[in-house]
């Protein structure tokens, strides 16, 4: 799909989801070492997320459609070791890398119900084996959820064995926005580990 919708969020001042630093959730996976070897930022948006886990010393590969987000993010980067580029979420394994580590904050919600498990199977293609994936998306226990709110049952038959993965956790969390207030939105956080099975889903 094009990246000219999302692109547009960007050009007139801050994105709805653009809170001008990294995620809390982030920030404690983070600290309690949640993030190993080389990692992917999936709808890096600005940046702030991958920059703090590059701040850590961990390379980092963040991707989006939105090419003003990604030029904003190369310019903040500042030397750390962390790269932006321009890619499709559902056609991942054009990339040709793997990594150890994957982050999905805010993008697993965009989708509809048909392109999730293609998007999890994409994912799937550049996730080593054992791999570990976090996604923080919007919650449906509300009150006060953002849009697009999803459901476990909805991660779960999205990350499957079927699509190369398996659910470890889903835990509440919260997820700010800048409309939400300083304790954000309800939020689930899945941990999500790469398994070894045979990939069913076309992620063309």
């Given at each position: 799909m094009t990246g000219l919708p999302w692109d547009a969020s960007y050009q007139d001042g801050p994105a709805p989801w653009d809170v001008g630093g990294p995620q809390p959730a982030v920030v404690r996976l983070a600290a309690a070492g949640g993030f190993t070897g080389a990692v992917l930022d999936a709808g890096c948006g600005t940046g702030e997320n991958a920059l703090h886990v590059a701040s850590l010393g961990l390379p980092v590969l963040g991707f989006d459609v939105a090419e003003t987000a990604l030029a904003i993010a190369a310019e903040n980067a500042q030397g750390r070791n962390a790269e932006f580029t321009v890619a499709d979420a559902l056609g991942l394994h054009r990339l040709g890398r793997t990594f150890d580590t994957v982050l999905d904050c805010g993008?697993?919600?965009?989708?509809?119900?048909?392109?999730?498990?293609?998007?999890?199977?994409?994912?799937?293609?550049?996730?080593k084996p054992g791999a570990t994936l976090y996604v923080l998306c919007f919650s449906d226990a509300g009150p006060d959820t953002g849009p697009h709110p999803i459901s476990r049952d909805d991660l779960r038959e999205a990350f499957t064995s079927q699509t190369g993965w398996a659910v470890a956790a889903?835990?509440?969390?919260?997820v700010l926005t800048r409309f939400h207030g300083d304790s954000g939105a309800p939020a689930w956080l899945a941990t999500i580990t790469r398994g070894q099975a045979c990939i069913e889903v076309s992620v063309r």
């Open positions: 993008l697993f919600h965009t989708f509809d119900a048909d392109e999730r498990p293609r998007y999890a199977a994409s994912l799937s293609t550049v996730a889903i835990e509440p969390d919260r």
